[in-house]
């Protein structure tokens, strides 16, 4: 995609959550499926134009996304929908925000500016987690904890600039989100008691670990391929 690709993409994903997040926020379970079949309409969509090794890495990214989810929603309880649910429409759009922040990250304006970028970003954050661990009624240690994550990526991942897009789209969603009351974080995380902020201020680093993530087992699993093409290669050779 071209530059006014990515931002007519980053656009339209924008548009669609500040759409959708309203509409749900009045839905039975029922109609909730509606929002879910457009936002995998959506990326189908969107996934149809992008090279293949962006696909694979969004594919990756939903079906990690889509793990943590359940651990993170429906199991441990760290948050909550409003329907005590996992909406149909939560795996695509982390494949839609994951999207449109490689193509965010990749836009000329934002590249030839990376180092400014991460820096203010570094900035603003800690600041953001500071005022959260000194905000009443408890401090947002959990927030500590996730900023603490996103600055060692920041210092020391491979892609600091697509850390603090990300970083960015995510604390906007999880602001507009939890405002809405669509989803609600546990003031003490289950089981570890931490206090945590709703939403938590360095939660964004997120998409920074499952971007790691996603990239170790599409190399894992292009390594192994590659063993047995060669495997398969040699046998004869040989027999």
Excluded: K
Aim: glycine content about 8%.
């Amino acid at each position: 995609m071209t530059a006014s690709g990515s931002v007519a993409l980053v656009g339209a994903f924008t548009a669609f959550w500040l759409i959708a997040l309203p509409l749900d926020r009045a839905t039975t379970e029922s109609q909730q499926q509606v929002l879910g079949l457009a936002a995998w309409t959506f990326l189908v969509a969107a996934l149809a134009r992008q090279p293949r090794e962006v696909r694979l890495q969004v594919i990756v990214l939903v079906c990690v996304a889509t793990i943590l989810e359940i651990i993170g929603s429906m199991v441990w309880r760290a948050y909550v929908y409003r329907l005590e649910n996992l909406p149909l429409y939560v795996p695509a759009g982390h494949g839609l925000f994951y999207l449109a922040a490689l193509r965010a990250a990749s836009l000329p304006l934002l590249a030839r500016n990376g180092h400014r970028i991460v820096t203010a970003v570094g900035l603003l954050s800690t600041v953001w987690m500071t005022w959260g661990l000194l905000h009443p009624p408890v401090p947002d240690l959990l927030g500590f904890v996730t900023w603490a994550i996103f600055i060692r990526f920041l210092a020391r991942g491979r892609y600091p600039l697509l850390y603090s897009v990300s970083f960015v789209m995510t604390m906007a969603l999880e602001l507009y989100g939890t405002g809405l009351g669509i989803w609600t974080w546990a003031p003490l995380l289950p089981g570890l008691w931490l206090p945590a902020g709703n939403p938590p201020t360095g939660i964004g680093a997120g998409y920074a670990a499952m971007d790691a993530l996603s990239r170790r087992i599409l190399g894992t699993f292009f390594a192994l391929r590659a063993r047995r093409r060669v495997a398969r290669v040699e046998e004869p050779a040989t027999a």
